[in-house]
DNA sequence: ACCACAACCTGGCCGC
DNA sequence: TGCGGCCAGGTTGTGG
């Protein structure tokens, strides 16, 4: 599942690829992927753009085009971005080929049908919304502190709200929380200032180290050319439910927050108990 | 304002 | 072997 390490990934890895090239076609093979604007206006108004540049905006990725519009992609669960040659096979679930004048393309695939795509003049309507960048120098522990304050819901299901922190997912949130040795049902306002500052230092680690893996391929996610990320072989918890703790051999449990499943060692993840739980 | 949950989607896995 | 049902999870929308 893409999320901030996988989408910075595909970010760094697309872009010597494409900047600086022209978009000359598109075909929509599944035109519902595209959200904004119709169809019939898509093709038109990409025609002929150059690709400036590629930004991330938490799980996001912004194509800034020439003339000042962006195209905006999200992967959601299972999408996936690959640059081709001209004429390649078109692998199943393609739902959008976008080709460039220097005899590439780029196809978004997406098994579970659940990505987006818009072609926006003002990018703010998409991503306004979206909490600070994690890995900004001004996403300070106060900052986080802040966001997490407010709110007596379990630490994982926030460190998962795209509104309080941009990028981290179920995987991301769970391995953080192992590495700050913190239980995911912990309230979130009842975090002292030493565990929010375990925290954002783990957030931190913990993404930065999943980004040079190039991110974890634990189900669909493969890079631009094909090839699979690394990360998710230096996972403590995540997707790890029944197998020993690397720290101290008791065996991981998974529980569902949020309907969402939660990984986490019983034994290493004490902080934030004592009785402050539920 | 805050919180919970269903819906979207499909391959893979489970139990019968 | 086959089939029904459930699960994975990012985001949006709805309702309490």
Same mark, same amino acid.
């Given at each position: ?8 990934? !595909?970010?760094?890895e *697309?872009? /010597? ?5 022209? =978009?000359v076609?598109v075909? #929509?093979? $599944? ?47 299972s999408?996936?971005?690959l640059i ?5 096979q078109?692998?199943p679930y ?6 460039l004048?220097?005899?590439?393309e ?19 309507? !998409?991503?306004?919304? *979206?909490? /600070? ?5 001004? =996403?300070?522990?106060?900052v #986080?502190? $802040? ?22 997912g ?5 391995e ?6 913190l ?8 975090l002292?200032?030493?565990?929010v500052?375990?925290?954002?230092q783990?957030i931190?680690e ?21 090839q699979?990320?690394s990360a ?19 065996l ?23 009785g402050?739980?539920?």
């Amino acid at each position: 599942m893409p999320e901030l390490p996988e989408v910075e990934t !595909i970010k760094n890895e *697309l872009l /010597p690829q494409v900047k600086g090239c022209h =978009f000359v076609g598109v075909s #929509l093979l $599944r035109p519902e992927v595209l959200r904004q604007p119709e169809a019939s206006e898509f093709g038109p108004r990409l025609y002929g753009q150059r690709v400036e540049d590629i930004h991330r905006r938490g799980k996001y990725l912004l194509f800034h085009l020439s003339s000042g519009e962006r195209l905006i992609l999200h992967l959601k669960m299972s999408g996936l971005l690959l640059i081709r040659p001209s004429f390649a096979q078109v692998e199943p679930y393609t739902t959008a080929i976008f080709r460039l004048d220097d005899r590439k393309e780029l196809h978004f695939c997406d098994r579970r049908k659940l990505g987006a795509m818009w072609l926006v003049e003002d990018e703010n309507k !998409i991503i306004g919304r *979206l909490g /600070p960048e994690p890995l900004d120098a001004n =996403f300070s522990p106060q900052v #986080l502190s $802040r966001s997490l304050g407010r709110h007596r819901v379990p630490i994982k299901a926030l460190l998962c709200d795209q509104n309080l922190i941009a990028g981290i997912g179920n995987m991301y949130a769970d391995e953080a929380l192992f590495a700050a040795c913190l239980h995911p049902l912990t309230k979130a306002d009842s975090l002292s200032s030493q565990e929010v500052g375990r925290l954002h230092q783990a957030i931190q680690e913990v993404l930065e180290r999943a980004i040079a893996g190039k991110g974890a391929s634990t189900d669909t996610y493969r890079r631009p050319n094909g090839q699979l990320g690394s990360a998710h072989f230096e996972f403590q918890v995540a997707h790890r439910g029944g197998e020993p703790c690397y720290s101290c051999g008791i065996l991981i449990e998974r529980i569902s927050i949020r309907g969402r499943g939660s990984y986490f060692c019983p034994n290493c993840q004490r902080g934030g108990l004592q009785g402050r739980l539920f």
